[in-house]
């Protein structure tokens, strides 16, 4: 396992990091696991052991349940609370009122102290805004959460699915009041799904802000186990959650090549999804999810893939973006002007 800044942080956390969307089981969640204690406490000592030391959760998972599970698992597993890079967010409905949901002071101040006793913890490590709420201003999420790391509760600050320009929106109200900055962005990204690179990439490279990736197997999509013609592995996540949504065509064709860099390699699909992910330069870490310790193994087991350029340039060529205004002129005009 290898360790990688957070952003522009001198925190290191693990290039896995360790979802828990599965742990619980409420509700609408249901569709994505069902994982009670035991099984949750096994899987969170497998990823610690084989050195994840970020975990991921949030407020909306199971209705709160994944944080419960997850905040026992971690004092379950025996490590110290300082081994581990715990990680949550909120933005989504937690209650019945107009005011239990979304970005504003008042229901970030609630929701992190709901978090905190959930999991059963003082401080968590990242916070992270789940979404953009375009009701409340920018600069009153900004101050919440600089408030939070003065405060303690927090050590470290990001956001989740927000669009370029937001980010940077906020990046700049930060600077100029020298508030805590988005220390990361979680957001989907798959070889399959690569739209991130027209905008947020570069934004990430350029103000040194960490990716934390979401659904890097698009919902299973590139797991190897469904094929063309709607066929699906049982127990496939799909079959019940058709989410993200994603080009089926073009991700096939995208399989197709994985499928023979995989067999030439000796390993599964997944792990050729999951290794490319880990070669991109704006990568800090790729969130992995699991119902079994067999399937944590396989994933873990990406860290071990090593692409070689020659096959990484196959997998570009198969998955690359077309061409889209003003990324085709950008490309263009800049020309001759690049540093050597």
């Given at each position: ?16 990091t ?58 379950n597993s025996?490590?110290k609370?300082?081994?581990?890079v715990?990680?949550t ?8 009122g107009p ?13 992190v ?9 003082d ?17 009153e999420t ?10 303690g509760?927090?050590?470290y ?46 934004l ?9 990736v979401?659904s ?36 096939f064709?995208?399989?197709d ?17 999951l290794?490319f992910?880990l ?7 790729v ?5 079994t ?26 998955s ?5 205004y ?7 005009q ?7």
């Amino acid at each position: 396992m290898r360790y990688r800044n957070l952003g522009g942080t001198g925190l290191l956390v693990s290039e896995l990091t360790l979802g828990t969307m599965t742990f619980g089981g409420r509700g609408f969640w249901t569709a994505i696991g069902e994982l009670d204690q035991t099984v949750a406490d096994g899987i969170v000592a497998r990823a610690l052991d084989a050195g994840v030391n970020f975990i991921d959760t949030a407020d909306v998972y199971s209705e709160g349940l994944s944080e419960e599970i997850t905040g026992r698992a971690i004092v379950n597993s025996g490590r110290k609370r300082t081994d581990i890079v715990l990680a949550t967010k909120a933005l989504g409905q937690v209650g019945p009122g107009p005011n239990d949901r979304g970005a504003s002071r008042g229901h970030i101040m609630d929701a992190v102290k709901a978090s905190l006793k959930r999991l059963g913890t003082d401080y968590i490590d990242l916070y992270q805004i789940h979404g953009f709420d375009p009701l409340t201003p920018v600069e009153e999420t900004v101050r919440a959460l600089d408030d939070l790391v003065r405060q303690g509760h927090v050590r470290y600050v990001g956001v989740s699915n927000w669009a370029a320009w937001q980010i940077m929106k906020a990046l700049g109200i930060a600077d100029a009041h020298g508030w805590a900055r988005f220390a990361s962005l979680q957001a989907y990204y798959t070889i399959a799904g690569r739209d991130l690179e027209r905008e947020i990439a570069p934004l990430l490279l350029d103000q040194k802000v960490g990716l934390m990736v979401w659904s890097p197997l698009a919902g299973g999509l590139l797991s190897g186990k469904y094929g063309r013609d709607g066929s699906a592995a049982e127990g496939g996540r799909r079959a019940n959650f058709d989410f993200p949504p994603v080009n089926k065509d073009r991700a096939f064709d995208v399989i197709d090549v994985m499928r023979e860099v995989a067999t030439a390699k000796g390993v599964s699909v997944a792990q050729i999804a999951l290794a490319f992910l880990l070669a991109q330069p704006f990568v800090t870490t790729v969130i992995i999810g699991a119902k079994t310790v067999a399937q944590l193994d396989e994933n873990l087991a990406a860290t071990g893939v090593t692409l070689s350029a020659e096959e990484l340039a196959k997998l570009d060529a198969a998955s690359a973006l077309p061409a889209e205004y003003p990324g085709w002129m950008l490309t263009r005009q800049s020309e001759g002007r690049k540093a050597s």
